[in-house]
């Protein structure tokens, strides 16, 4: 076993002491969240001090921390500036890794099983997507990314992994019409609203997870298009980007 593996392993345990993650423990062995990670990130602990770490400056510090259950951040300002400006005042986060616990905690409530068609907002890296595709197969797997630079580092990635999901660029409150009805759909940026498109797009019975005014829920859809919206406490995530062409939508309505 090498180093990647071991620490992945210990990793899981790690997780596993939250609670019984079903089928999401071979997914996390089948997928090394290293693959995911720039050689230059941020690494953002919820409760410590965050730092840099540079793979070519110091690669054992960054495997160590791939395998760590924090947030890893790998895109400021819209990627208007360097990673190593993160830390200074009035920078916003605006792409990442999640934590691991995190993900799987919502992959858990998500409960998406072989063959569910299945869409993700929020690619970022592409481990979740990664994550989905080794549970559901890949070709079920939709994923949407706002940003079209970090969408071709996710495609990058999930090749690197042996994934090849059906990955879009573009604003995920649209949903992606033209590959529902969804049996799952995944949000992974923090919203304050639910857009109607998301609901139309997924399948009655089916299950929509989000990070919705700061705490992690999930919506059952019902026959009749209603929805039981179930809290599962605070869930701290970086908010829906909108498109920057804004103005040119609004001129034409
Ligand atoms: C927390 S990260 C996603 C983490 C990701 N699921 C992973 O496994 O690495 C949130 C992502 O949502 C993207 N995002 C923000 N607003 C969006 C929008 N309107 N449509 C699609 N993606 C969006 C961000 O660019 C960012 O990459």
Aim: one cysteine or more; proline letters at 6%; hydrophobic letters at 40%.
């Amino acid at each position: 076993m090498n180093q990647a593996e071991r620490l992945n392993r210990a990793m899981i345990r790690e997780i596993e002491k939250l609670g019984d993650i079903g089928p999401w423990h071979d997914a996390l062995l089948a997928v090394p969240r290293h693959l995911f990670i720039p050689n230059l990130a941020y690494v953002s602990p919820d409760d410590d001090e965050s730092y840099i770490i540079d793979r070519s400056a110091n690669p054992e510090k960054w495997l160590r921390s791939a395998y760590m259950d924090v947030a890893i951040i790998t895109q400021i300002n819209d990627g208007e500036c360097s990673i190593m400006d993160a830390g200074k005042d009035g920078v916003r986060f605006t792409s990442s890794a999640s934590a691991p616990s995190t993900v799987i905690a919502f992959l858990s409530l998500l409960g998406a099983s072989k063959g569910h068609n299945v869409l993700e907002i929020g690619t970022g890296t592409g481990w979740t997507a990664a994550l989905l595709s080794a549970v559901v197969g890949d070709h079920k797997v939709t994923s949407i990314e706002i940003d079209e630079e970090i969408g071709n580092r996710a495609a990058q990635n999930l090749r690197s992994a042996g994934y090849a999901p059906h990955l879009v660029t573009g604003d995920g409150a649209e949903g992606v019409p033209g590959k529902a009805p969804f049996d799952r759909i995944h949000v992974t940026c923090g919203i304050d609203e639910i857009p109607p498109q998301w609901i139309d797009q997924t399948k009655r019975g089916g299950i929509l997870v989000a990070p919705y005014r700061r705490e992690l829920v999930s919506l059952v859809v019902h026959e009749d298009g209603e929805a039981t919206v179930k809290h599962y406490g605070r869930a701290r995530f970086m908010m829906l980007r909108s498109p920057k062409d804004e103005t040119p939508k609004r001129a034409a309505i």
